[in-house]
């Protein structure tokens, strides 16, 4: 019940297109989903979350989708580019409390220019 | 811009010996946390820290672990007898008041 799924596993999208990746959760108590950036070599980097009170976020270029009745929720790339080549990682944890991340297993993304 | 430090970058360690990790969080959060990541894996939660105790942690968070404040910066970690699978990148977090997590760099920990 602690999962989150994430699909897919690697991901390759020209440049100028739009990565989709998705994540599904069962805990219902999750109330907080945050993406994370992770470079080769680098710690995880906190590129946007959302709450369950809004459908959508957007920043900048990132955008993410959240559907609770189906329990998922997606991040959108528009616009790809080759510096998004990175690995993905979806989370929730419940927004009290010491709000523990459970990850998703991450996507590798690769832009190709 | 603040960020999360880690020391060291990388240790190497023989089996059975102490290791301590030690981690500045940004310096008005309140809560810490410590996570790892096996090669290929995902980030995985070890323990959370707030207010000079525990708040939650793991079932991977043995007694073989234990976490330490030592003084108004650091926050370290320590595995008291390395074995060969608690090789793996650990990452320590901090809270904002926004409730949003920074991730330090990380250290990588082989042991062999």
């Known amino acids: 019940q602690q999962q989150v799924k994430q699909s897919p596993q690697s991901l390759i999208v020209q440049k100028g297109g739009i990565s989709i990746i998705n994540c599904a959760y069962e805990n219902t108590a999750f109330d907080y989903f945050p993406w994370y950036q992770q470079f080769p070599g680098k710690g995880p980097a906190l590129l946007i979350a959302i709450r369950p009170d809004v459908s959508e976020k957007k920043e900048g270029r990132f955008t993410i989708s959240f559907n609770k009745s189906a329990k998922q929720f997606s991040l959108h790339i528009m616009d790809s580019q080759p510096g998004d080549s990175a690995t993905y990682f979806c989370?929730?944890?419940?927004?009290?409390?010491?709000?523990?991340?459970?990850f998703g297993q991450g996507t590798r993304l690769t832009i190709n220019p | 811009e603040p960020e999360v430090t880690q020391t060291p970058s990388h240790q190497v360690t023989q089996m059975g010996q102490e290791v301590i990790l030690r981690c500045v969080p940004i310096s008005n959060h309140l809560y810490f946390y410590w996570y790892r990541q096996i090669l290929g894996q995902k980030v995985e939660f070890l323990v959370s820290?707030?207010?000079?105790?525990?708040?939650?942690k793991s079932e991977i968070f043995d007694d073989q672990f234990s976490v330490e404040r030592p003084d108004g910066s650091n926050f370290t970690l320590k595995i008291r007898s390395t074995k060969l699978e608690d090789s793996a990148m650990y990452f320590c977090a901090s809270r904002s008041a926004a409730y949003e997590q920074y991730f330090g760099p990380g250290t990588r920990l082989t042991v062999t």
């Open positions: 989370a929730a944890s419940i927004w009290q409390g010491a709000q523990k991340l459970v």
């Open positions: 820290f707030y207010n000079n105790e525990i708040s939650e």
